[in-house]
Each structure stands twice: as C-alpha cells, then as structure tokens.
C-alpha cells in the first residue's frame, strides 16, 4: 500500500494546480494518515461542491434541456454473465511484461525498447492482465460468489434497454445518461487524478436508427465539445481527434476524443464512440431475450446503433481546475510585487458563488448583520460566511477557490445600509443597498445555477 501518489515530477503548472487542490480543499489524497492508498484521492469541501456542479451542469444539458433523453442510476454490481457479453471478462487486459534486471513491470505497448527505468533490454514475456476489479459476494468464497465492480457505466444502460422502452414508450431516436463510479485495476495510474482506479464516469447511450447513426455520431460530437467551451475551457486548449481505423475497438466503427491539453499534454476527456449493434445483439444472445426494437410504422424488427458519448467526472474537474488557474499582478497595490492566483471558474462550476465577510468580527452589529446577509442569499446562491481572518486574506482565500463575489459589511454599512460588493475578476468594488442584495446578485448570475 505505498504511497506512489507524489506528484513529484510533474511539470511546473501541475505542481501548482496539485499544491492549490490541497492547500484550499479540493483534492486530498485518500487514507493520507495512513501514508496514503496509491490512485485514490478525496474530494474535499470545494472538490465535493466542484464535482456536484460539473454534474449537474452535464445531466442539465443532456437530459432536462433535451426531449429524447432520460437518466439511469444502475447499479455497480451486475450479473457476472454482464461481463461475458460485453467482452470485458476476455477482452478488457494489458499486456504485462517485466524487466529482467531492475524486476519493474510496464504495460507492453507503453514501452519503446528499452526499460525506462535502468536501461536494460531483457524483459519476460508478455501476460495478460484483466484490469477489471474482482470480488466476491456473501458469506462464501468460491467460484460462484464471484463478480467485478463494474469497469464502465454503460452496460448498466444496456442491459435496462428493455425495461426503459417498455416503461418510457420512447421511440428512436433517444437516449439515457447516467452517473457513477466505475473501477478498474490499471497497471499505471499516475497524472494526478487523471488516471486512477476508482473514478466516476458520466455515460450517454443514444439508440439510433443504423441509417441515421454517421450524422447522430457527428452531431454528438459537435455537443459535447460546445459543453467543455460553453462552461469555460479556453478554446485553444480542447481539440477534437478522431481515432485512426488500427486504434478502434473491434465491434466501433468510429471514435472520436475530445482531448484537453493539460500541463503534462493533450490527452483524453471523452470518447464519442459510434458502437453499432453489438451491445443489444451480445445481450440478446447471451441472455436469451428480444432486445430488438419494434418500429410499430414499418412494422419492422432491428438492433438500434448505439452512439456513446463517454466522458469522466474526474478528468473533467481535473481540465476545469488546470484551466482556471491564474496567477496575476495585483494592480494599484500598495505592495510593488503583490499577486494573486485566483480561480476563474465560470458561474456554473464555481463552488461557491458568494462570501459573505465582516470587516470587523469584533463589532457584534456588524458580525450580526453579515450573517444575515448570508441567510439572505443562501436562499438563492451556495454562500458562505467567513471572518477567519483580516480582510485582505478573506478576499485571497476566496479567489483562490473562485468566488464569484465578496460582500464586505463595515462599518459605514451600518449606517448607510449598503455593503460592499467585489467582483472575483475585475476585483471592481461597488456599493450596493443591503435590501437590494439578493436581487442585484441574482441579476449578476444570468446562469442558472
Ligand atoms: P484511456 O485511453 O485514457 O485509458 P479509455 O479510452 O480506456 O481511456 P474509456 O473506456 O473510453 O477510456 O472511458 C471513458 C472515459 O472514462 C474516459 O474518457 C475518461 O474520461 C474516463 N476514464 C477512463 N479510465 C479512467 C481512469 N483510469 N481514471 C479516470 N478516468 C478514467
């Protein structure tokens, strides 16, 4: 169980991005005062509201704002026959091979000649290694009692095929969308929170007619690379890269990733991936029921293609937070070198939209009407209330974790009834009345949030 979690190594705006993850209280490594559990980490306070917005940003855009979406929240344990059908009990390995001389282990198609590790040329032959997660389940271990974490969301969507249509009475083209965990045993976990174990994914199965799935494979891909740019990911860092015709899984006929360019390179957010049929024909075959849909115009019976957009919730948090981060010169400061690093989140993701800071936290009249402010607000925005500290820091703190706005209560507010009001990128303060608060901020957020 040792702690190979270090991010020591990583390229200079990792290290920052990691250090702010920790510092502030996005990411801490799991079991950390036991030394650590490699590949597995902990979203902390801001981690947890970051991930929750991301995915209700993602369900909000591909099920309620649609008319031919619904969700799903299957189970991650499934009937082991699940993983015969799929192709994952005999398909989903790594070929393994070990350096003879240092007795490291590297994934075979990861290497170039020699052993990155001492240089040698004598490597064992390849094994392969199935990189779902086993268990077992009840009281008795044997054979029987055993099945996998699931290593994808997906065929918890597949096998629901029926059960949705018959409850739903949907008709092609539509699809589902589902949220959760998925595990797999990776050889090479590493970058962070790029590449773990346990990670959850957010899974979009959309059934087609076949003739239709080429333009519904385009379309998809157009909508989902809109999604990362409409949340805020800068432009010239999200490119589009469709899969050669070697690099396709056998049953897809294309692929397509949308791959973000992170401090240690471009590498993949999402796969849209046209699948065919062979997921509903697999589980008709392997368990003997009618998985085709029935056209009730045409009178005909088929297996739909299946267009999957396939994205993971941690690698998108983690291109999210490594694009937000700025650090920048602090004008008109008193200070000749004063800077900030501050998170531009946008409205949606930011975890926190407004902190609520008394100038003073000994004045009780003051103290008092912050607090209240907060009440008022939370009504509308997640807000917090914070007087940890004078209010230079206050203002550091929060835009190290993206608030949107800071309202400062002084003592002068006491007096006039107005608070101040800074915005997190301009830092313009503005003067607004305390019974004109909640709308005035609500009129900011043009977001629904
Ligand atoms: P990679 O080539 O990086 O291993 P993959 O092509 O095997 O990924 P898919 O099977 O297409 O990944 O899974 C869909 C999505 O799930 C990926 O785009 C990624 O966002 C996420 N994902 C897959 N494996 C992991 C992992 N080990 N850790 C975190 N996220 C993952």
Redesign the pocket.
């Known amino acids: 169980m040792s702690n190979n979690n270090s991010t020591a190594g990583q390229p200079t705006g990792m290290e920052k991005v990691v250090s702010l993850c920790k510092r502030r209280g996005f990411i801490f490594q799991s079991s950390e005062i036991y030394g650590g559990l490699a590949s597995a980490w902990d979203y902390g306070p801001f981690g947890a509201e970051l991930k929750r917005n991301l995915k209700n940003a993602w369900w909000r855009s591909v099920v309620h704002e649609r008319d031919d979406m619904v969700g799903l929240d299957a189970a991650i344990l499934m009937h082991p026959d699940t993983w015969k059908a799929s192709g994952h009990a005999e398909n989903f390995i790594d070929i393994l091979v070990d350096c003879k001389k240092c007795k490291k282990r590297f994934r075979k198609d990861h290497l170039k000649g020699k052993c990155p590790e001492c240089g040698a040329n004598d490597f064992t032959e390849g094994r392969a290694f199935n990189l779902m997660m086993k268990t077992s389940l009840g009281a008795v271990e044997d054979q029987g009692s055993v099945t996998y974490m699931r290593p ?1 969301t997906a065929q918890g969507i597949f096998v629901n095929f029926s059960n949705i249509l018959d409850t739903t009475h949907r008709k092609l083209p539509f699809g589902v969308a589902q949220i959760g965990k ?1 595990f ?1 045993n ?1 050889i090479t ?1 590493g970058n962070y ?5 346990e ?1 959850e ?1 957010m ?1 979009i199965e959309y059934f087609t007619k076949p003739d239709d799935a080429d333009k519904c494979h385009e379309d998809w891909v157009q909508k989902r690379f809109q999604w990362y740019l409409d949340l805020g990911i800068k432009k010239e860092n999200l490119r589009l890269r469709p899969h050669g015709k070697d690099e396709l899984a056998h049953y897809a006929k294309a692929c397509t ?1 949308i791959e973000y360019n992170f401090p240690f390179g471009w ?5 849209i ?1 046209n699948r065919t049929d062979f997921d509903l024909k697999q589980h008709a075959q392997f368990s003997g029921k009618d998985l085709q849909y029935h056209d009730k115009v045409t009178n005909e019976k088929f297996f739909p293609f299946i267009i999957e957009p ?3 919730v ?3 948090a983690l291109a999210f937070l490594a694009d937000a981060y700025h650090e920048e010169k602090v004008e008109g400061s008193a200070k000749e070198d004063a800077s900030r690093v501050v998170l531009r989140l946008s409205k949606a993701l930011a975890p926190t939209k407004v902190a609520v800071l008394p100038l003073l936290k000994n004045r009780p009249e003051i103290v008092a009407l912050a607090k209240k402010i907060k009440q008022e607000l939370q009504k509308e925005f997640v807000a917090v209330y914070d007087d940890s500290a004078a209010i230079g820091k206050l203002y550091r703190r929060q835009d190290e974790v993206g608030t949107f706005y800071c309202v400062t209560v002084d003592v002068q507010s006491l007096e006039d009834k107005q608070v101040t009001v800074r915005d997190r990128d301009t830092m313009k303060q503005e003067r607004v009345p305390v019974d004109n608060i909640r709308k005035y901020l609500t009129e900011k957020f043009s977001v629904n949030l």
Request: glycine share 12%; no cysteine; proline share 4%.
């Open positions: 994808e998925a797999r990776e976990p929170t790029f590449r773990t174990r990670f994914q899974e990733d590498s993949e957010l999402e796969g991936a396939s994205g993971g941690d690698r998108a």
